[in-house]
């Protein structure tokens, strides 16, 4: 696939996944999801040891959903919901994220904020709201989740980081290389103890209802369109016994 809109590089086991649609403040739209997913599958595919997610606009991280181009399936392209990867993603996460933005930071697996940064979910307050934001309640203090999803109350930075949503509090400007520090750690470290360990902790910590609802989807449809299913269906036509190839 051809990116228009993310720039993905990859250097020293570390793939960067910028967003990049600063014309229109990192809406996500459809096509925009469909590229983070196949970014996502590609690290998880490729030998990189570690991803770190931020944005190129340095006004704005992401300004939600594109309403123009609602990407009613952006779940398919969300990381521990519609692509599985055991590799650590690090959200470096500039100035506000908004809506949608915010699911996308709460399911990478390390964020870095600075006092500039502000977590803003303001569904509440528009009429409509994604299932997903649940994974808050996971991520943050309960009644914190609850303010920012029925209050629709932003959380600044300093906050987030004091409340243990975020991992690394830095200066306004320095988050992306904060979390590039931290890939390179993470690339660094035995890579079947990281991707083990996070595998574990995920299972410990457990997931909403939502985030298993959809990992369910993700999976079914991965069998339902896999080559397999295909090479079934004709050997089923056919009258013959299919030879399965596992993919």
């Not at 009613?72 to 969300?78: F, K, P, T, V, Y």
């Not at 303001?122 to 409509?128: I, N, Q, S, T, Y």
Request: aromatic share 6%; with cysteine; charged share 25%.
């Amino acid at each position: 696939m051809t990116y228009q809109l993310i720039e993905v590089t990859s250097a020293g086991g570390i793939t960067t996944i910028a967003l990049n649609r600063t014309d229109k403040r990192n809406a996500m739209s459809i096509q925009m999801f469909e590229e983070l997913g196949d970014a996502f599958r590609r690290f998880d595919a490729g030998d990189d040891r570690a991803a770190v997610l931020c944005s190129n606009d340095p006004k704005i991280f992401c300004a939600g959903a594109d309403l123009h181009a609602p990407p009613e399936l952006a779940w398919q392209a969300l990381p521990g919901v519609g692509v599985s990867t055991d590799k650590p993603i690090i959200a470096a996460v500039n100035k506000r994220v908004i809506g949608i933005g915010v699911v996308l930071v709460a399911l990478c697996d390390f964020v870095v904020v600075s006092e500039e940064s502000v977590l803003d979910y303001p569904e509440a307050r528009l009429g409509f709201s994604g299932s997903l934001i649940t994974a808050l309640v996971k991520r943050m203090p309960l009644r914190v989740a609850m303010e920012m999803i029925m209050l629709g109350e932003p959380v600044g930075g300093k906050r987030a980081y004091d409340l243990g949503f975020a991992n690394r509090l830095v200066e306004p400007g320095q988050e992306r290389a904060e979390a590039m520090a931290m890939a390179e750690r993470l690339a660094a470290n035995a890579p079947l103890v990281v991707t083990g360990s996070k595998r574990m902790c995920l299972e410990a910590a457990g997931r909403t209802p939502m985030e298993i609802q959809y990992s369910m989807m993700a999976q079914a449809d991965q069998m339902m369109n896999s080559e397999d299913a295909k090479r079934g269906m004709e050997a089923w036509a056919r009258r013959e016994t299919p030879v399965f190839k596992g993919r």
